[in-house]
């Protein structure tokens, strides 16, 4: 059996006979049929000889349907397509009830095709997007494991909340109606637990016995925001370094972002090619004020090509309070305190405005940043960072951890964390304690980025959102 890749993409092929199978994206006078494997943004065109085949069996072919195709590889008459296929014989894998089959040659709103997920990658901007979305996951285990990565399996359900703000779905096999809060003895892991909302903690344990490991699975936020940028379910990568302190962090996160996006522009170039028409097409119709500050591969070579700008919070906050946008462009939230968190349009002025480059923001205040952070010695700042891109703002947030035993216990009594609760966590303190670092990308945010799409139910198979759970 041949992919419709390799028959467009060699020229190998022609004059040779060949047998390809896929699905009918368009069959047209009774003679073109459009088919598609899944393999390549690309269709085949198959021409068949209509007098060879009764009306009844042609009939059979329609939009959706399986077909196998028997036939001779030939340059292509027409210049929409190099190559095509005098087709020999058909043969009818599965049939699709053009009356039934919702994903028709026609436009298809975003909104409709969410509640088609199990077809909507029939479309091409679908395919386009999970094609980019299996190269990118290959390329952070590639990274990973040539900078000499272990690749660890953390938890999904857990006893502990590594981010302290309780946001998270409960795992019981206890009738809820006859549940006490404060009685699990008689659950099936006899304690309360948890769907994980991150792996770090574990992946901590593990780094600080097996030098360099990284996490990516998925994890849970049970946070009622219907928007087009949260999830219930959602994949975290998760890298954790011993030794490593927060410039090394900082400077490992730079490598590896760079790394997994010119490797999507190096192996997913026509993929890109179309998300970018797409995206143009629907800059048309949008004021202009509203339309992308970059094209999508611009965007992405303004990753891959520049250096990260290095900023502290204090002198983020400083350009930020003292900036003038112009009267057509005004923040919506002033920044008027020191401690105050930044909001996306922040972030976005900072790197496409101001800098006009990716920037790393570090040295947060305490009070907006998680327990585990690495306390600086002025006791107001932590050793955090994020790394802010165009259009999104941040798109990956770390830290140095603490390493200090009795500081870190203070933070987290701070955090009302039990010290029962983490003991082993703790522990890590006790025994062989070092400077270590790691950071945090949710996979999904990067797909989003690098695809130009909208809305975060549009890059992962079968979204998990309030009131939501189909598929």
Known sequence: MNYVKEILSSEDFISKKILVAGWVKTFRANRFISLNDGSTINNLQCVIDFEKYNDEFLKKISTGSAIEIKGKVVESQGSKQSVEVLV??????????????????????????????????????????????????????????????????????????????????????????????????????????????????????????????????????????????????????????????????????????????DYILEKNKEDLEFLEKRLIEEDKHKPKDKRNEFSLIEKLNFIVKNNFEKITYDQAFQILKNCKPNKKKKFKYLITEWGNDLQSEHERYLVEKHFKCPVIIYNYPAKIKSFYMKLNSDNKTVRAMDILFPGIGEIVGGSQREENYDILLKRMQEFKIEKEELWWYLDLRKFGSAVHSGFGLGFERLVMFVTGMSNIRDVIPFPRTPQNAEF
């Open 88 to 261: 020999d014989e058909i043969i009818i894998l599965g049939e699709s009830d053009p009356d039934d089959y919702p994903i028709q040659p026609k436009k298809h709103s975003l909104e409709f095709l969410r509640s088609v997920s199990h077809l909507r990658t029939r479309t091409t901007t679908f395919s386009s997007v999970m094609r980019i979305r299996s190269t990118l996951s290959y390329a952070i285990h590639t990274f990973f494991q040539k900078n000499g990565f272990y690749y660890v399996n953390t938890p999904i359900i857990t006893a502990s909340d590594a981010e302290g703000a309780g946001e998270q779905f409960k795992v019981t096999t206890l009738n809820y109606k006859k549940l006490k809060v404060d009685n699990h003895s008689d659950d099936f892991f006899g304690k309360e637990t948890k769907l994980t909302v991150s792996g770090q903690l574990e992946a901590e344990s593990y780094a600080m016995s097996m030098g360099k490991v990284y996490t990516f699975g998925p994890t849970f936020r049970a946070e009622n925001s219907n928007t087009s940028r949260h999830l219930s379910e959602f994949w975290m990568v998760e890298p954790e370094v011993a030794f490593l302190d927060l410039k090394g962090n900082m400077d490992l996160a730079e490598k590896f972002l760079k790394y997994t996006i």
